[in-house]
């Protein structure tokens, strides 16, 4: 088994991956799952369930969001929020 991840928007036409993909499509090889972007406040929701809280400032969210350009796994989006007093965002990877 091979999990693999990409964006969809950075797999330009010459990318050497693109062939690759289209043919594991193609074959029936590849179970493809598309994650769509996350809004600001499910941003907010997985914030609050990591530190077991409600009480996120708009700002946090709006701040993390456009950190992690919406992305569910962005691995290093969390690292700048000391500024907002949060000082235990887990990094996974």
């Given amino acids: 088994m091979v999990l693999a991840t990409y964006r969809n928007d950075e797999l330009h ?3 050497p991956l ?3 993909v289209q043919g594991w499509r193609r074959a029936g090889f590849a179970d493809i799952l598309e994650l769509q972007e996350i809004s600001e406040n499910e941003v907010g929701d997985v914030i609050s369930a ?3 809280t409600n ?3 708009g700002d946090l969210m709006h701040f993390m969001h456009k950190r992690s350009e919406g992305n569910r ?3 290093d989006a969390g690292r700048p929020a000391t500024r907002f007093g949060v000082h235990a965002l887990p990094v996974y990877g």
Wanted: proline share 7%; charged share 45%.
């Fill in 13 to 15: 036409r010459r990318h």
């Fill in 18 to 20: 693109r062939p690759t």
């Fill in 73 to 75: 796994a962005k691995k």
């Fill in 55 to 57: 009480d996120l400032s």
């Fill in 50 to 52: 990591i530190f077991d």
